[in-house]
């Protein structure tokens, strides 16, 4: 197998709709946008006595990675997958090198390490000739942190931490999101971890549980209202723990632009106004201007919702690169 290369693309989230717990169990929706992961797996060669005498070689699963430097959750996953498929698959213990391209923002709430780790498995797996499904990624990412369900197309109801539920909604939430950042880093497995969290869940339970509930009618209705509505919730919710800057001013401002309500960022920096998805692109470009003169942030653009999931296959196979999207 060897020279072959896999590629593998998949999206990053805007924070999430909501994020909360259900019957005490920690839960969010996604939101996955038009901003990407892309990962190419080459196989360099397929050679165990070669691999053994390779000084750079993982002890244990015969696989040696060469990845971009500071991808150690990347690196886990790749661990994993050769740990848990190497058999299953009857693959032989290869050296890969991993190249990666990305449009996210780290620390900032946008899932771009579950995105890392769910690419460049990918691009391994299209690269031996085999695929995972959304399932199975979703658990082989959660065992190394809690995860957001990028690897799913649609609207994707997601246990985070265990993976004890994943329920598909319905399909992508049409929206332009206009995405604003006002600076600093936040480490996910770090607020995850935290004392107050579970606090936090509790005390919020019943108003998360009354988003969720008009979020849901307003996937079933195809009411974007509705659906913001739910999204500003969980997001007010949110000030609790993880404050944002200028939250309420920017709520405001969105509704007087015309915006349905904002979502956020809940384990990261981010915040972003839901418009509609026919917002015309002047229209677009003056709130854009606006927003810099208003909030100095430290990043601001229009983004919009995509349908999530995984895509790939060989390399050679025409694609369109993530710098043209």
Known sequence: MKGITGWARCPGSCGEWIQGTKEGIPFLIGCPINRFVEARA????????????????????GWLWKLPEGKEKTHQALQRFAREYTKKLHLSPSVVEIQMES???????????????????????????????????????????????VMFRGVTEFAHRD?????????????????????????????????????????????????????????????????????????RCNQEINPKPFFEEFLAWVTAMGGLGVITAHSGTLLAGVFPI?????????????????????RVEWIETCDGGLEGGIADARRQSIRSC
């Open 278 to 298: 026919q917002l015309l692109q002047a229209e677009r470009n003056r709130i854009l201007r606006e927003s810099h003169q208003r909030f100095y942030p430290n």
């Open 103 to 149: 449009q996210l923002q780290v620390g900032k709430g946008m899932a771009s390490s579950t995105a890392d780790m769910v690419a460049a498995v990918g691009a391994i797996a299209h690269a031996l000739g085999t695929s995972l499904a959304s399932e199975e990624m979703a658990n082989l990412v959660l065992a190394i942190e809690p995860s957001d369900p």
């Open 42 to 61: 080459e196989i360099l060669f397929s050679d165990p006595q070669a691999i053994e005498e390779d000084s750079l070689a993982q002890r244990g699963s």
């Open 163 to 235: 993976g004890a539920f994943m329920r598909y909604l319905g399909p992508r939430v049409e929206a332009h999101l206009l995405m604003l950042d006002g600076g600093g880093v936040l480490d996910t497995q770090a607020f995850n971890a935290g004392g107050e969290l579970p606090g936090h869940y509790r005390r919020n339970e019943r108003e998360i549980g009354n988003a969720l509930t008009l979020f849901y009618k307003g996937l079933a209705q195809n009411d974007l209202e509705k659906i913001a509505r739910a999204g500003t919730i969980s997001a």
